[in-house]
C-alpha cells in the first residue's frame, strides 16, 4: 500500500505519514488478533489453527514488512528532503 500525504496545498509530501499509517494498521490488526483470541472458547494453539488466526498472523506479518520499508524510505529520503526544505 502506498499513500502520499501532503502537509498543505502547496503539494509537499509528508514524507513520514506512510510509515504512521503502517504503524497504526499494525496497531489496529494487533487489537483485532487479541480480540479474536479472547473471544475464541478454547486453547491458544488451538485458536492459532483457525482460518481467521492465520489471516491475522499473515497480515500481520505483511504489514511489519511494509512498516519497515516505508521506515527505510522515510530515513533514505530525509537527507534529500533537508537540502530542499530552506
Not at 494487533?30 to 483457525?50: C, N, Y
Not at 481467521?52 to 516505508?70: D, G, P, R, V
Request: hydrophobic share 40%; charged share 35%.
Amino acid at each position: 500500500m502506498t499513500l502520499m500525504v501532503f502537509e498543505s496545498l502547496d503539494m509537499k509530501p509528508n514524507r513520514h505519514a506512510a510509515a504512521e499509517v503502517e504503524t497504526i494498521l499494525l496497531q489496529r490488526t494487533e487489537v483485532d488478533r487479541k480480540i479474536s483470541l479472547r473471544d475464541f472458547v478454547g486453547p491458544e494453539a488451538d485458536w492459532q489453527k483457525t482460518e481467521k488466526a492465520k489471516a491475522l498472523f499473515e497480515q500481520i506479518k505483511a504489514q511489519k514488512t511494509s512498516k519497515n520499508m516505508c521506515e527505510r524510505r522515510k530515513k533514505e529520503l530525509d537527507p534529500v528532503w533537508s537540502l530542499a526544505d530552506p
